[in-house]
């Protein structure tokens, strides 16, 4: 089992529409959990962090995270063509010097 | 610099070549991370310092792999006698180091490629 995974799409939604990625992971103890976009040919961007329960809110996006089923997911409201990129969620694994551990991406295409 | 500068950004090696790659991190940077990635994947840790000091190569996949940052800024990620496999997308990321929320500036990549 892979320690973190996503769902690598293509995820496809309308323009306006809301976009939901999800990851799960498999280390129970990971306190820190990270969203990055990376465009095509492009280094991966931070867009939201999290470390607590519930929702954290920072314009359109939205991360979500429940550690009891130990998932945490990316919502993205009225998506735009701009926001078709690979979404990478990543963890910070218990034990580890700090460094983050990958899912393989989601694909999302928002279609004019 | 403005950013995290990586060089070459594209790299063609014959198999069996040594190849270094070097990172440039935001000015002040404690943290230095270099990660692989391989197309369609996310990136996949390599190594970490904090300063000069290499505090984890656990994710270097064999002895080939070597990184180095003696005076704890710019950095080389070198590969001894390149495989087909090696054939990656080489990013370096740094932090200001510190704090669970530290965010990471990636660079561009070098992208290896080994015929």
């Known amino acids: 089992q892979k320690e973190v995974e996503q769902n690598s799409g293509p995820l496809s939604v309308p323009e306006g529409a809301i976009a939901s990625l999800n990851c799960t992971y498999s280390?129970?103890?990971?306190?820190?959990f990270f969203w990055y976009r990376q465009y095509s040919g492009k280094s991966p961007e931070l867009i939201m962090f999290i470390y607590s329960n519930g929702d954290k809110e920072d314009g359109r996006f939205t991360a979500q995270l429940n550690k009891a089923s130990q998932y945490v997911s990316l919502l993205i409201r009225d998506s735009q063509p701009s926001d078709s990129a690979t979404y990478l969620c990543a963890v910070i694994v218990s034990g580890s010097a700090r460094q983050l551990t990958f899912g393989s991406g989601t694909q999302l295409t928002v279609l004019p | 610099g403005a950013g995290v500068s990586q060089s070459p950004r594209y790299k063609v090696a014959k198999r069996g070549q040594d190849v270094a790659l070097r990172c440039d991190p935001i000015?002040?940077?404690?943290?230095l991370f270099w990660y692989q990635q391989a197309l369609g994947q996310g990136p996949e840790f390599l190594t970490y310092?904090?300063?000069?000091?290499?505090?984890?190569k656990s994710g270097l996949p064999s002895d080939r792999f070597f990184a180095e940052r003696p005076e704890g800024s710019v950095s080389t990620l070198k590969i001894q006698r390149t495989q087909q496999e090696d054939s990656a997308v080489y990013l370096c990321?740094?932090?200001?180091?510190?704090?669970?929320?530290?965010?990471?500036?990636f660079g561009s990549g070098t992208q290896l490629s080994v015929l």
């Open positions: 990321a740094s932090s200001l180091g510190g704090g669970k929320g530290e965010k990471l500036f």
């Open positions: 000015s002040g940077h404690v943290s």
């Open positions: 280390d129970r103890g990971s306190q820190s």
């Open positions: 310092f904090q300063n000069e000091a290499q505090l984890d």
